[in-house]
Nanobody
Framework: QVQLVESGGGLVQAGKSLSLSCSAS????????MGWFRQAPGKEREFVAA????????AYQDSLKDRFTISRDNTKNMVSLEIHSLKPEDTAIYYC????????????????????WGQGTQVTVSS
């Protein structure tokens, strides 16, 4: 079983940047696409970004792609999410997740395609 642990969240002023990290417990991590999702208070969980197992392909929520950057380091079993020009509406719990299918050709934006989830890290953006 893969364990995912997010870190890097916190209270940040609007306009600043933040980097979130997700550490995976197994080397098999390197064979799976990874995704970031977020859930704001009172809202459903939404897709943020995903990166293929080999980092060749990435996908972003269209409204976020100009400010969010996903990356991974398979040698360290880590995936990161950089957020720039933070806005109050970015306030949410951010979750990383591992794709259920190894070496998936396409990067999925669907949460149902991810079967391992971290506990989440809270990001709060003050105006």
């Amino acid at each position: 079983q893969v364990q995912l642990v997010e870190s890097g969240g916190g209270l940040v002023q609007a306009g600043k940047s933040l980097s979130l990290s997700c550490s995976a417990s197994k080397r098999t991590f390197s064979s799976h696409a990874m995704g970031w999702f977020r859930q704001a208070p009172g809202k459903e969980r939404e897709f943020v970004a995903a990166i293929a197992w080999n980092a060749i392909n990435t996908a972003y929520q269209d409204s976020l792609k100009d400010r969010f950057t996903i990356s991974r380091d398979n040698t360290k079993n880590m995936v990161s999410l950089e957020i720039h020009s933070l806005k109050p509406e970015d306030t949410a719990i951010y979750y990383c997740a591992a794709d259920r299918i190894p070496i998936r050709k396409d990067v999925s934006r669907t949460s149902a395609d991810y079967d391992y989830w971290g506990q989440g890290t809270q990001v709060t953006v003050s105006s």
